[in-house]
C-alpha cells in the first residue's frame, strides 16, 4: 500500500486564493462593486468567508489583489507574446511612434471589460479610501507612470523633447486625456483618439527654435 500524504497547505491555500481572485472579479463585472460582498466572494470560490477575512481586512483589499494579480498575468502574456522581451516604452528612436504604441495598448486595456469593472470600482472606492487610493496609486499606477518618465529621458537626452520640460507633467499630459475619457465615458476611447493625444502634446513639448 502506498504511504499516505499528508495534504499540501501551501497548494491548497494557492489554490483557494486563485480561487478567490477569480470569485472577486467576477461578481464585480457582473453585479458592480456595490452589489458584491465578502459573502458572495466566499461562496463563488467555495470556501468560508472566514478564509477571505484571515487574508484580507475587506473587499476592497480583495480586489485589489485580485486586479494586481490579473494585470501582472496579463503582462506576463504580453512578454511572452513579445518573445521575452523587458516590458517597457519601446526605444526606437521615434518618440511619437512609441508612445503612440503604448497609448494605443492602454485603449485596449481600458475598453477589455475583464480589465474596467475591476479598474473603474478600484479608482472609485480610492476616492473616498484615502489609504486604498494610496496603495492603488503605489502598487499599480507608479510602477506605470516610472516607465513614461524614462522614455521621456530618453528623448530629451537625444533632442526629441525640451530639455526644461518636467518628465512626470509630460507623461500627464499624454495620460490624463485617456483617463478622463475612459472615466466619465465623454466619447469613445480608440486608438485614433490616443495617436491625437500624443500630436497634440508633443506639439507643446518640442525644442523650440
Not at 38 to 57: D, L
Not at 71 to 100: H, Y
Not at 178 to 185: A, I, Y
Request: charged residues 25%.
Amino acid at each position: 500500500m502506498a504511504p499516505h500524504k499528508a495534504p499540501d497547505a501551501a497548494r491548497r491555500s494557492e489554490r483557494s486564493r486563485r480561487a478567490i481572485y477569480a470569485a472577486a472579479l467576477a461578481l464585480v463585472g457582473e453585479t458592480g462593486y456595490p452589489r458584491t460582498t465578502i459573502e458572495g466572494i466566499a461562496a463563488r470560490a467555495g470556501v468560508g468567508k472566514q478564509t477571505i477575512y484571515r487574508w484580507w481586512p475587506s473587499k476592497a483589499a480583495v480586489l485589489m489583489e485580485a486586479f494586481l494579480d490579473l494585470a501582472e498575468r496579463a503582462a506576463e502574456q504580453a512578454g511572452q507574446r513579445s518573445g521575452g522581451a523587458e516590458q517597457g516604452i519601446p526605444d526606437t528612436g521615434d518618440l511619437a511612434a512609441d508612445l503612440k504604441h503604448v497609448l494605443r495598448a492602454t485603449v485596449d486595456e481600458l475598453n477589455d471589460p475583464a480589465m474596467e469593472a475591476p479598474f473603474r470600482a478600484l479608482t472609485a472606492e480610492g476616492i473616498v479610501d484615502a489609504k486604498l487610493g494610496a496603495e492603488f496609486v503605489e502598487r499599480l499606477l507608479e510602477p506605470q507612470l516610472a516607465l513614461y518618465v524614462t522614455r521621456l529621458r530618453s528623448a530629451q537626452e537625444a533632442g526629441d523633447l525640451r530639455a526644461d520640460a518636467d518628465p512626470r507633467i509630460a507623461l500627464e499630459l499624454l495620460i490624463a486625456p485617456l483617463t478622463h475619457r475612459w472615466l466619465l465615458r465623454t466619447l469613445p476611447l480608440t486608438h485614433a483618439y490616443a495617436d491625437t493625444v500624443v500630436d497634440y502634446a508633443l506639439g507643446g513639448l518640442a525644442p523650440r527654435p
